[in-house]
């Protein structure tokens, strides 16, 4: 699986969807650009997210606000005292880990352990092997899980009490090693903020520190009541905004996943106090819904209940999707209480009440968030598109297709059309076709190298749809239409052509 994730890696970058930053001066730590491939991905998988919020939902509304806010947002939100990771370094080493981490990949390797003995006897006993009894009754299994049940216990206490003392204790305790010089030398346990801070103007008596946000939500709350009062929004109704956050992340080994600058898609969304558990639970569906309706497989997508809550929050749950590396967070969905607003309303100084003209009073509203990682989407997206299939070639030899099965409305290209050879006429009818479809999808024109090589480099960048113009079309005004996934072909004729593709790729 390791290997399948640094496959994914490599053709990220050799088909144009992803590149290290600032590659030619040794890249950057955890910093990445988008290719010419990449920024199509993207772009589509934000109209997917934005049209289903916010096109699709009458009471919900979009913002982008500034990625630069007064610092004391930063101070009212918790996050100049709170927004920290504990960290611990490898003496030996000198690489620097994320305590927490350590031990969630700790408690990572029992989970595997206890899969692999359910694996074996899955094997040995076929059919009528009941897992549930399995794991109640097997000694190694239960060994596991008890271990599992205790380190589990100590961490998440240590997590709740913020004792850093505790979290070393725990990673001694169970011999956790430095995955680099694989020794036991570790230092103390210390706090460490993840907002990056700049300066803003420069006059006598000093510039302003401020902080690149870490997280888009707090540009909605700080205008809720200007998009409710502007917009007459009634509660309930959400306020969505896709932007960029930044946080200085440590662990910086998975590629998209942990990234210094990402962007983020968030949704506030405004409730009655007392009614919020209740939303909650609406989007918690909801959202599992949009994961799924992309057709990667229910099974791969599981609900991850918080067992330690953030200190403004009354209900909290990740979506979690099996990545090459395991089940990981790919979106959170918190009740978030009146936390925010409340401490904006103290910081600031200003009233910002919903004045409720159904039950004729005002309140803080209560506050349920979705909040998801467009990078971490996207390499969701690509792990879940990945395939390598064994095929003939057509002069009869073995061969392996890497094909993305990357859900054709969110594909980079849409079509590809392809004239059989340059001459003849044929290159510029497949532009004439290009010229007639550009303006509804995304189009490439391609005439080098066999056919069957530009099939498969379609194939690799995931492209649904390969049209080719051959002698016939430009007799009858047919063309051959090939399918990714199945590979057959058709032959249809050019002016049906936008209406099959459009069945295809509309979201
Ligand atoms: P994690 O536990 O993985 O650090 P988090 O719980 O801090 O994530 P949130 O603050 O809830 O994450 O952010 C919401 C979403 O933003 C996450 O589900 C994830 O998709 C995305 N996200 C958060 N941090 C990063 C990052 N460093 N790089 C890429 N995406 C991120």
Known sequence: QEDVFKKLVAHCKEYGFVFQSSEIYDGLGAVYDYGQNGVELKNNIKKYWWDSMVLLHENVVGIDSAIFMHPTIWKASGHVDAFNDPLIDNKDSKKRYRADVLIEEQLAKYEDKIEKEVEKAKKRFGESFDEKQFKETNGRVLEYQAKWDELQGRFVKALNDSNLEELKQIIIDQEIVCPISGTRNWTDVRQFNLMFSTEMGSTADGALKIYLRPETAQGIFVNYLNVQKTGRMKIPFGIAQIGKAFRNEIVARQFIFRMREFEQMELQF???????????????????????????????????????????????????????FGFKEVEGIHSRTDFDLSQHQQYSGKKITYFDPELNES?????????????RMFLQIMAASYAEEEMTSEDGKKDIRVVLRIPAPLAPVKLAVLPLMKKDGLAEKAREIIDDLKFD???????????????????????????TVDHVTLEDGTVTIRYRDTMLQDRVKISDLKSIISGEVSM
């Open 363 to 375: 309140y803080v509203p209560f506050v349920v968030e979705t909040s998801i990682g467009v990078d």
């Open 441 to 467: 999808f995304n189009c490439q024109y391609d005439e080098k190298d066999s056919i069957g090589k530009r099939y498969r480099r379609q194939d690799a960048i995931g492209t649904p749809f390969c049209v």
């Open 270 to 324: 405004f409730v009655r106090p007392g009614s919020e558990l209740e939303w909650f639970q609406k989007w918690k569906q909801t959202r599992m819904a949009w994961h799924q309706a992309l057709g990667f497989g229910q099974e791969n997508y599981r609900f991850h209940e918080h067992d330690k809550l953030a200190h403004y929050a009354n209900a909290a749950v990740d979506v979690e999707y099996r990545f090459p």
